[in-house]
């Protein structure tokens, strides 16, 4: 991934494409000559159909290429490699780190979701995974969560791993600081981006002005 605190996840279901990736270009900071400290974007389009990820991968790859945003797409390596993504976050059941590896072969990304589990975490990276990623940190609407992460986690992984790691789960402008304190690399947001009070670019100004 790029540089950047922030890991941006795409809203469930995309209803106009035209008009999100026009919304993504303005979270991103395209015409204001600068990208707003998002280090990727993962296409999670929960439902959607393959064509239907592939169509929204082809028009928004573009928009993170031009502002050095690396782009994922969620659960599906195979996916991913058709599109040409940058990478793939895989869930426990989606398949294994060597699997993907094999697939998308090397200078890809892969991310794996480890809840709250360390020893999750140390399969992950043992098997050569990019990032690890714990949470639900706090309650969330994008997804249903059943696994909750507590921020200690984040200090134990900072302190015994160099893998990267990505804080997860109903994250809010007011509760991104204490995560990254306690040892995030990253911090995951969705719907405090695109459901922000004010608007997506709103929403993501909220969160560089809270970490800056």
């Known amino acids: 991934m790029s540089q950047g605190l922030l890991y941006l996840i795409t809203p469930p279901a995309v209803h106009d494409l035209d008009a999100f990736t026009e919304q993504?270009?303005?979270?991103?900071?395209?015409?204001?000559?600068?990208?707003?400290?998002?280090?990727?974007?993962?296409?999670?389009?929960?439902?959607?159909?393959d064509d239907e990820?592939?169509?929204?991968?082809?028009?928004?790859?573009?928009?993170?290429?031009?502002?050095?945003?690396?782009?994922?797409?969620?659960?599906?390596?195979?996916?991913?490699k058709l599109a040409g993504a940058d990478g793939v976050h895989l869930g426990q059941s989606d398949?294994?780190?060597?699997?993907?590896?094999?697939?998308l072969g090397e200078g890809k990304d892969i991310g794996v979701t480890c809840h709250g589990s360390i020893h999750l975490a140390m399969e992950a990276g043992e098997a050569g995974a990019d990032y690890v990623a714990?949470?639900?940190?706090?309650?969330?609407?994008?997804?249903?969560?059943?696994?909750?992460?507590?921020?200690?986690?984040?200090?134990?992984?900072?302190?015994?791993?160099?893998?990267?790691?990505?804080?997860?789960?109903?994250?809010?402008?007011?509760?991104?600081?204490?995560?990254?304190?306690?040892?995030?690399?990253?911090?995951?947001?969705?719907?405090?981006?695109?459901n922000a009070e004010g608007g997506p670019a709103a929403g993501m100004r909220a969160f560089v002005e809270a970490l800056s």
């Open 95 to 103: 398949g294994t780190v060597a699997e993907a590896r094999k697939l």
């Open 24 to 49: 993504l270009a303005a979270v991103l900071g395209e015409g204001a000559g600068t990208n707003a400290e998002a280090a990727c974007l993962q296409l999670r389009l929960k439902g959607a159909s």
């Open 134 to 194: 714990f949470g639900a940190f706090f309650p969330t609407s994008t997804k249903e969560s059943l696994h909750h992460a507590e921020p200690d986690v984040l200090t134990r992984w900072q302190a015994m791993a160099t893998v990267p790691q990505v804080a997860i789960g109903g994250i809010t402008p007011a509760t991104a600081r204490g995560l990254v304190e306690a040892g995030a690399d990253f911090v995951a947001i969705s719907s405090a981006i695109w």
């Open 53 to 80: 990820v592939l169509r929204a991968a082809e028009a928004l790859m573009p928009v993170c290429e031009r502002m050095g945003t690396g782009f994922l797409v969620n659960d599906r390596a195979d996916l991913a």
